[in-house]
C-alpha cells in the first residue's frame, strides 16, 4: 500500500456551508487534511464543490469523493507496480516457508525469561515481510503474550511492532493463534537497518514454563532459502518493559526456535521502494501527487457520467467533461510510463 499518499491530497479548504454543514467533524477534517497543501477541487477541469448548491447533495458527494479517492490510490499503486514490473527484474527470488521444526525432543531450560526468534535483515533492501501464521508449544498450560519488536541493529532498546495478547496453550502440543491477522512490515523504514524480535515472557506463564526444544529450519516451497534475504536466530535475553518499549540485555543467540513455528513470507515491494523516493525526492512527490489528482478526478468524471445524475453536481456539459477525462487520463497515463524509467 502506498501509505506515504494517504491524506496527501485534500479535498476542499472551503468554508462554504453548504457542503460542511451536515458533515461529522471527522469529516470536516477529513476535507481539509493536506500533507501536500494540494486539494482536489482546485484543479482545473476537475469536479470540484464550488458548484454545489444544497447541503443533501454535499453529504452525498462527500461519500463519493472519498470513495473515489480511495480507489484511485489502490490503481495507482496496481499501475506502478504493473509498469515497473515491466521494465525491470526483480533481483530476488520471493521466500514462503516456515521457520522452526515441528518436531521436539524435550523442554528446553533456559533461565533468561524473555525468549523467541530475531530476524535480521542481510543489507538494506526495500523488501516486506509478512508473518501469516503463530504456532507455539510449551511444557505447561496457561495464556501468554506474544510481542513483535522493531530494534536497530546498533541498539538494544525495541519499539513494539505488533502484540498477540492472551493466547492460549495447551502443554506440549502446539497452540495455533486463534484469529490471526497477517502482519506486514518494511525491512528497512527511514534507510536504517532494524532487527525484528519476536518474543514473549515465558514467566507470564507460570516459573518454570519452559518452550519446547524445537530447532530452526525453513520449510520452503522451491529452492528459495531465507537466507538470502535474512539470518534468523534463537534469542533469549533479560529484558524491561517500559510501555511500548522494550530494553535488551545479556542476549544469547542459537540455533533454536525457542518453541515457535512462523510461517512467513519475504519478498520486494515496489510500493516502498516508491514511498521512500516519495520522501526523497521533490520530483517524484510532486509527480506522485498529482497522478493521485488526476486518477481520482478520472473516477469522479466516469462514475459521474455513467450516472443519470450529472447536473446535481456540476454545470459542465458532457462533452466538457469527456474532454477533461481525456485530458486527466493522458497526462495520468504519460506519467505512469515516465516514472519507472
Known sequence: MLTCLQNAIGLTKSENPCFTTGLTDLEKATLKKSNSGLYLDEIEGGLSWQAIKSIDIAKSYYTQVTQAMESALQALESDLVTAIGMRYNKGKRAFTGRIGQ????????????????????????????????????????????????????????????????ANTVVGNNWSEVAAFLPVINAFIPEQQLYDYYLVYDRTQLESNAQAKNNEMSCNCSGQVNPNEWVQVQGVSFDGMLAGSTLTISNLVTDNLAHGFLVDIEIMCSSSTLLCKQYKESEEIRFCLNYMLIWRTQMTLITNLLNSNETSRYTTMSKDLMLLNLKIFTDKYEKYVKWLPT
Open 102 to 165: 515441528k518436531s521436539f525432543t524435550q523442554s528446553l531450560n533456559i533461565a533468561a525469561n524473555w525468549q523467541g526468534i530475531r530476524i535480521r535483515p542481510n543489507d538494506y533492501t526495500d523488501a516486506l515481510f509478512t508473518i501469516n501464521r503463530l504456532t507455539a508449544s510449551f511444557n505447561v498450560s496457561g495464556t501468554i503474550d506474544y510481542f513483535l519488536y522493531q530494534v536497530p541493529q546498533d541498539g538494544t532498546v525495541g519499539e513494539l511492532v505488533k502484540t498477540w495478547a
